[in-house]
């Protein structure tokens, strides 16, 4: 095998988000192990141009079909060939020119092209939580079937999968995801009926994306990723807790049926699960930052306040009761969260229509894919419907 073949090509879905630029950053700094070879984005043209000119995959694809003759003419004078289109990002994914693809694309759209991926035979670096959420498990057992390994990238479920390498023997008793909490911790619901988008946007330990990063101060963020959970551990809902851990040092914890506990620990950077996930099984050496026990000297734990953050049991409701009502929950969510970045609806109106249009549309037990897309069709309509958007 040449040192070529040696480099691990990696197809990064979504790569103008947070997730893709800090993938590239990882890439950038091992040319000697990884190399983008397709990189793809949904309207922002110009970070899409300049990431090609600087990382010369062999294909990118622009999602905005309008914005395609403005790349491919940026781009006449390279050999990246451009695409563009929802179709193309499925055509791509079906590709046989990479050896993992890096599942970052935002919401519900990530869908389509990681069971492509996967179908493909791909391994997959799953960033994109709404994929789980919406089609759990289906998406796991096509897995199953393809023997494709799904590997977490969200912080969270990174340290999961970091504490449970080695222990593919012993049973899990419990998984403890860890909530920093988001910017309104200890907040009560007359503070936050007044909250705008610049306020929730303010993540006290994190560098997100603004969908996430309005999910994390909602605690939806942690709902979505109970049911993540839930499919990529194969666990029942009653093994996943959920706890509030403001520092952001413990990522998370598993505890095992002799009631020994694992945490995965670092500072809150998500280069650090990014790497470990395209490096799987190798650990590599990099320069971020190293945590200081003498720096940070307490660690604070306490339960989740589910009555004023209401959407994080509404998640659990979902979590609970399965069938498409994660996914319609999920549909719901992204709208309200689209109205309140806009300006269009309130802080807590957003988990007063989320409740309304879960307990509209109809419940379907066992749904297939193609109910799935209805459910998640029908949720975002009744959504748009409700707010007047």
Same mark, same amino acid.
């Given at each position: 095998?040449?040192?070529?073949?040696?480099?691990?090509?990696?197809?990064?879905?979504?790569?103008?988000?947070?997730?893709?630029?800090?993938?590239?950053?990882?890439?950038?700094?091992?040319?000697?192990?990884?190399?983008?070879?397709?990189?793809?984005?949904?309207?922002?043209?110009?970070?899409?141009?300049?990431?090609?000119?600087?990382?010369?995959?062999?294909?990118?694809?622009?999602?905005?079909?309008?914005?395609?003759?403005?790349?491919?003419?940026?781009?006449?004078?390279?050999?990246?060939?451009?695409?563009?289109?929802?179709?193309?990002?499925?055509?791509?994914?079906?590709?046989?020119?990479?050896?993992?693809?890096?599942?970052?694309?935002?919401?519900? %759209? =990530?869908?389509?092209?990681?069971? @492509? +991926? #996967? !179908?493909?035979?791909? /391994?997959?670096?799953?960033?994109?939580? *709404?994929?789980?959420?919406? %089609? =759990?498990?289906?998406?796991?057992? @096509? +897995? #199953? !079937?393809?023997?494709? /390994?799904?590997?977490?990238?969200?912080? *969270?479920?990174?340290?999961?999968?970091?504490?449970?390498?080695?222990?593919?023997?012993?049973?899990?008793?419990?998984?403890?995801?860890?909530?920093?909490?988001?910017?309104?911790?200890?907040?009560?619901?007359?503070?936050?009926?007044?909250?705008?988008?610049?306020?929730?946007?303010?993540?006290?330990?994190?560098?997100?994306?603004?969908?996430?990063?309005?999910?994390?101060?909602?605690?939806?963020?942690?709902?979505?990723?109970?049911?993540?959970?839930?499919?990529?551990?194969?666990?029942?809902?009653?093994?996943?807790?959920?706890?509030?851990?403001?520092?952001?040092?413990?990522?998370?914890?598993?505890?095992?049926?002799?009631?020994?506990?694992?945490?995965?620990?670092?500072?809150?950077?998500?280069?650090?699960?990014?790497?470990?996930?395209?490096?799987?099984?190798?650990?590599?050496?990099?320069?971020?930052?190293?945590?200081?026990?003498?720096?940070?000297?307490?660690?604070?734990?306490?339960?989740?306040?589910?009555?004023?953050?209401?959407?994080?049991?509404?998640?659990?409701?979902?979590?609970?009761?399965?069938?498409?009502?994660?996914?319609?929950?999920?549909?719901?969510?992204?709208?309200?969260?689209?109205?309140?970045?806009?300006?269009?609806?309130?802080?807590?109106?957003?988990?007063?229509?989320?409740?309304?249009?879960?307990?509209?549309?109809?419940?379907?037990?066992?749904?297939?894919?193609?109910?799935?897309?209805?459910?998640?069709?029908?949720?975002?309509?009744?959504?748009?419907?409700?707010?007047?958007?």
């Amino acid at each position: 095998m040449t040192e070529q073949q040696l480099i691990k090509r990696i197809a990064i879905f979504g790569s103008t988000g947070s997730i893709g630029t800090q993938c590239l950053d990882v890439i950038a700094a091992n040319p000697d192990k990884f190399s983008a070879e397709i990189l793809t984005a949904h309207k922002n043209e110009d970070l899409l141009i300049q990431q090609a000119l600087r990382f010369n995959p062999n294909i990118i694809v622009i999602g905005d079909e309008s914005k395609y003759q403005k790349v491919k003419q940026a781009l006449a004078n390279t050999d990246v060939k451009v695409f563009a289109g929802e179709a193309a990002l499925d055509e791509v994914a079906a590709m046989d020119n990479y050896d993992m693809m890096i599942a970052a694309i935002v919401g519900y %759209a =990530g869908l389509k092209p990681t069971l @492509k +991926a #996967i !179908e493909n035979g791909k /391994p997959i670096g799953l960033a994109n939580k *709404e994929t789980l959420v919406v %089609a =759990g498990d289906i998406v796991m057992q @096509k +897995a #199953i !079937e393809h023997r494709v /390994p799904v590997i977490p990238v969200d912080s *969270e479920h990174s340290a999961i999968f970091q504490c449970l390498v080695g222990e593919g023997r012993n049973k899990i008793e419990k998984i403890i995801l860890t909530a920093s909490g988001g910017p309104f911790l200890g907040r009560k619901p007359n503070y936050l009926v007044n909250v705008k988008r610049e306020h929730a946007l303010q993540h006290p330990n994190w560098a997100m994306g603004a969908k996430i990063t309005i999910d994390s101060a909602t605690l939806m963020n942690k709902g979505l990723e109970m049911i993540e959970a839930k499919w990529l551990f194969n666990l029942t809902p009653d093994q996943i807790q959920v706890v509030v851990h403001p520092q952001s040092i413990i990522h998370s914890m598993v505890q095992f049926e002799d009631g020994s506990i694992k945490a995965q620990m670092g500072l809150p950077d998500m280069k650090l699960p990014i790497q470990y996930a395209m490096a799987f099984p190798q650990r590599i050496a990099n320069n971020f930052p190293r945590f200081d026990f003498k720096k940070i000297n307490t660690l604070n734990f306490e339960e989740p306040d589910i009555k004023t953050f209401r959407n994080l049991a509404l998640a659990i409701e979902a979590l609970e009761k399965g069938g498409n009502l994660p996914c319609v929950l999920n549909a719901a969510n992204e709208i309200v969260v689209y109205a309140f970045l806009k300006n269009r609806i309130g802080f807590l109106e957003m988990t007063d229509v989320i409740e309304k249009v879960m307990h509209k549309i109809p419940f379907v037990q066992q749904p297939t894919l193609d109910q799935y897309f209805m459910s998640d069709g029908e949720a975002r309509a009744m959504t748009a419907d409700i707010i007047g958007l």
